[in-house]
């Protein structure tokens, strides 16, 4: 879990404390640039302001608001509105860095006030300043819209006091408004254009802070390899001009994009380098870390082991700050995750490490670093099966994190304490416990994607547990209707969730529950637990249904991997039939049999982990398929707009793809005979090969009013967002910007497109996680239902299906799931593509009326 969660990390640091000096000039990091300053009155209050600019480099942040808060007051007393203007700008930005959200906005608005009412007015390089520090308040509290204004006009304010760097700066903050938003593409293309912005001024240290910040601010939307090409350049004009300082800096996040990129060595020579290159105690240690983080990541304990003694002695070493304090408690939350840390340093050396860690933190009065330290320590404790004083130290945690309603803290405390009471046995208190773990979850999902990298944040290991465990403490035994209520509802928050963890922001809510659009259909929750398989039927208007199969989770998956290696057309296919039919067992049958699916016309699949790769409509109850006796449908779990089926006889479509072998993906040459035939079954707009450019499919969206969008071209779904994406005429388009565009409907946004589908796509073959791409891009996009693939299909088995898909489509009162389901059986009962591998990868995700 994060130490540390806030918006606008990446924010460029020369618009930072950093940014307005008193002396005449504006320092980005340590760089140098004649501006206009305001006139400081007296001696004693520029003192202060510069003492509080130390204190801030060095992360004493408690110190920093101490001198500027005595600044601004010696400033009124002379009514110096200006200086006490800047004072309170300097206050808010520390004040924000400790979490203090309200008194920071206090600050902020007293100080523009302050400007205001300023005679003579005050400089506009002032007014940038403070804007600037306004917009990241605004931006940390959800008002991105609102920040994005804020920042052109400190970029407006910057570009009339003649500082260019300074409205780059602006503009490089304005694309994470900008992606906050959702604009990926126009975030995206703000970023290239301040790219060669940079390119064509002068190298200088301002030009290297200005490319270092462009490509964190890259890496942060998932363009890893731009940021490395910018780094690089960045790093490049350091040695060329000689500035040392900056060289470790650089070079570590470079490491930390290489660990992005999957290249571990690169990352270690990137981290050594830093380290080497260090001009200060804390860069150096900052690059130990990073190698000892890297070596525990890819299993190389042997050589992390040495590197300990020599972290723990520096730490010891390093006078109490934000920065140290922070450092050591992420050493042991790096440790805290092995499964025996006490391989690499004694229990006692990281429990003594903690224990000096909260006594600082009480010293320099940085609660929320107490609170983080208390959890680590608490952590110690319940590995040595010391519970009480376990117990009492993540109680305190969690005191403290209510006290400062750090919603981050709580999730984790209330998780920990939660686990101590199920050890102990007691059920209540821990249901109890975890449910608030849950809640604080639920309330940062916007900020759980702006996590610190450097914490190593991890949706596996400190999100997804706590809805798993709450599950089966609530399914234990025979669970009430309640507990049923809040373990489905828990399963499709871990849904909306894990969507969240894989597109790094939080994704749309939607207005009805998906149990509440059709009472043809039933709703089907399988849930793996560590001991068993876990099934939850939700139908309307009736009471929730339970079935459980004793198995254990490792024996499950390991099925579920058999029976998705035996859809390949070679494999036996008895051996398949029999894992087929065994899955049907566990999922189906008991509820079958129990005559659950009386009245039901449509089964919805909620899939938890593995079982979203597996084809449900494949599943064989020894003599017919499940899609011969029902439509399927799978949803994300969470709540949907509200159902409009299509107007089958008014079907509009833009159809476009790509038959011609193109950026290194083969031809798909069946594609020009599907889309033909597709354009001529309904009215369509039709782009093809070169015709199929993004810009032409972007204009054809935003200016038609068409329900469908069908795309028979290469894609990929993957559970790394980098690695998924669509392919058009003129290259790769993620799947960020994808649901940008699909979602730009320009004067009538609020039509959403009906149905999408993608004809040609593959998804990660044995990746649980990589149909969160095709699900995620359904929900994003904003269409309704998506249509797609979990395997490569022969492009003549697509051609056929989807034609005969689309045929049914237009038939009066069926709905997508029926009109895919009779497509499925053709190809069954009437074509040479019956076996499953043919026709089972085609899936429909979303509202299925």
Same mark, same amino acid.
């Given at each position: ?74 400033y ?62 605004? +931006?940390?509290? &959800?008002?991105?819209?609102?920040? $994005?204004?804020?920042? %052109?006009? =400190?970029q407006? @304010?910057?570009e !009339? /006091? ?89 070079? +570590?996040?470079? &490491?930390k994009?290489?660990v992005? $990129?999957?290249?571990? %060595?690169? =990352?270690?020579? @990137?981290?050594? !380098? /830093? ?11 900052q ?6 983080k ?12 040495p ?8 730490l010891?070493?390093l006078?109490?700050s ?12 790096t ?6 840390p ?11 490490l ?18 983080y330290? $208390? ?10 099966? !010391? ?27 209330a ?6 009471y ?219 707009m ?24 083969s ?17 369509s ?24 969008v ?64 095709l ?75």
């Amino acid at each position: 879990m994060a130490i540390s969660i806030k918006k606008g990390f990446w924010l460029y640091p020369y618009l930072s404390i950093f940014s307005l000096c008193l002396v005449g000039n504006i320092t980005p990091g340590v760089a140098s640039v004649p501006v206009t300053t305001p006139i400081l009155s007296t001696t004693v209050a520029t003192n202060l302001l510069e003492e509080g600019r130390n204190f801030y480099k060095a992360g004493q942040f408690t110190e920093a608001i101490k001198a500027w808060q005595t600044a601004a007051k010696q400033y009124q007393t002379q009514s110096d509105r200006i200086n006490e203007a800047l004072s309170l700008s300097y206050l808010s930005l520390a004040q924000q860095e400790l979490n203090q959200w309200e008194a920071a906005s206090q600050s902020i608005e007293q100080s523009l006030k302050l400007l205001q009412t300023a005679k003579p007015a005050a400089d506009a390089i002032l007014w940038a300043q403070v804007l600037n520090t306004q917009a990241n308040l605004q +931006l940390h509290n &959800g008002k991105a819209e609102i920040a $994005l204004e804020t920042w %052109q006009q =400190a970029q407006k @304010y910057y570009e !009339q /006091a003649g500082d260019k760097m300074g409205s780059l700066g602006s503009q490089i903050n304005q694309a994470q408004a900008l992606q906050t938003l959702g604009f990926y593409r126009r975030s995206k293309q703000q970023l290239e254009t301040l790219t060669q912005k940079l390119q064509a001024t002068p190298d200088s240290e301002v030009k290297v802070n200005g490319l270092r910040s462009l490509g964190l601010a890259l890496q942060m939307i998932g363009e890893s390899g731009k940021s490395q090409q910018v780094l690089e350049q960045s790093l490049a004009i350091a040695r060329k001009i000689q500035i040392t300082p900056q060289l470790s800096s650089i070079l +570590l996040n470079l &490491g930390k994009t290489a660990v992005d $990129l999957q290249d571990p %060595q690169m =990352a270690l020579d @990137y981290f050594e !380098q /830093a380290q080497q290159l260090a001009v200060n105690p804390s860069d150096r240690l900052q690059a130990q870390l990073s190698q000892f983080k890297l070596f525990l990541d890819y299993d190389k304990p042997e050589l992390a082991t040495p590197l300990a003694p020599q972290i723990l002695q520096q730490l010891g070493e390093l006078p109490p700050s934000h920065t140290s304090l922070y450092t050591a408690i992420n050493f042991v939350a790096t440790l805290n995750r092995l499964s025996n840390p006490q391989q690499i340093v004694p229990l006692k050396d990281l429990a003594q490490l903690m224990a000096v860690t909260v006594k600082s933190a009480q010293q320099i009065q940085d609660t929320q670093a107490e609170a983080y330290a $208390l959890h680590q320590w608490g952590k110690l404790y319940s590995r040595t099966q !010391q519970f009480p004083q376990a117990q009492e130290l993540t109680q305190k945690s969690l005191n403290i994190a209510r006290q400062l309603q750090a919603e981050d803290i709580i999730a984790q405390s209330a998780w920990q304490v939660g686990q101590l009471y199920k050890q102990q046995g007691d059920r209540p208190k821990a249901i109890t416990a975890y449910s608030e773990a849950v809640k604080a979850l639920k309330s940062i999902r916007r900020d759980l994607v702006a996590v610190n990298p450097d914490i190593q944040f991890s949706f596996r290991e400190s999100v997804e547990p706590v809805y798993r465990e709450l599950v089966a403490l609530l399914l234990d035994n025979q669970p009430s209707q309640a507990s049923l209520m809040q373990a489905r509802d828990l399963i499709e928050a871990l849904q909306v969730a894990e969507l969240d963890n894989f597109f790094r922001e939080a994704c749309l809510d939607r207005a009805q529950q998906i149990d509440q659009v059709d009472p043809q259909a039933t709703v089907i929750y399988p849930i793996i637990l560590p001991d068993r398989l876990a099934v939850i039927l939700s139908k309307t208007g009736q009471p929730l249904r339970y079935y459980v199969t004793s198995k254990s989770q490792t024996e499950i998956e390991q099925t579920l991997g058999n029976l998705l290696a035996s859809f390949n057309p070679v494999s036996d296919a008895k051996e398949r039939d029999r894992l087929s039919q065994e899955i049907y067992d566990w999922l189906i049958r008991p509820a079958e049999t129990d005559q659950a699916f009386k009245d039901s016309k449509t089964l919805v699949f909620v899939l938890d982990g593995l079982l979203r790769n597996i084809p449900v409509a494949a599943l064989y109850d020894g003599q017919q398929y499940l899609i011969e006796k029902y439509a399927v449908a799978l949803s994300p779990g969470m709540q949907l707009m509200a159902a409009r089926s299509l107007q089958q006889n008014r079907i509009d479509a833009i159809v476009g793809g790509i038959s011609q072998s193109r950026h290194g993906f083969s031809a798909l040459p069946a594609v020009e005979s599907e889309v033909k035939q597709i354009s001529q079954a309904v009215p369509s707009s039709l782009l093809l090969n070169q015709q199929f450019t993004s810009q032409a499919l972007a204009e054809r969206v935003k200016f038609s009013s068409a329900d469908v969008v069908h795309l028979a071209t290469h894609g990929q779904f993957s559970s790394r967002l980098e690695d998924t994406f669509l392919l058009t005429w003129d290259g790769e388009v993620n799947i960020k910007e994808l649901s940008e565009l699909l979602k730009n409907r320009g004067n009538n946004a609020s039509k959403a497109i009906e149905l999408l589908v993608l004809s040609a796509c593959d998804t990660a073959t044995g990746d649980d996680r990589a149909v969160l791409g095709l699900a995620g891009l359904a929900v994003k996009s904003g269409a309704r239902s998506t249509l797609a693939t979990l395997w490569p299909v022969k492009d003549k088995a697509a051609e056929m299906l989807m034609t005969r898909f689309y045929d049914q489509l237009r038939q009066p009162k069926i709905t997508k799931a029926e009109a895919l389901r009779q497509a499925q059986i053709n190809l069954i009962r009437q074509t040479d593509f019956r076996d499953p591998f043919f026709w089972s990868a085609f899936v429909l995700v979303g509202n299925w009326l």
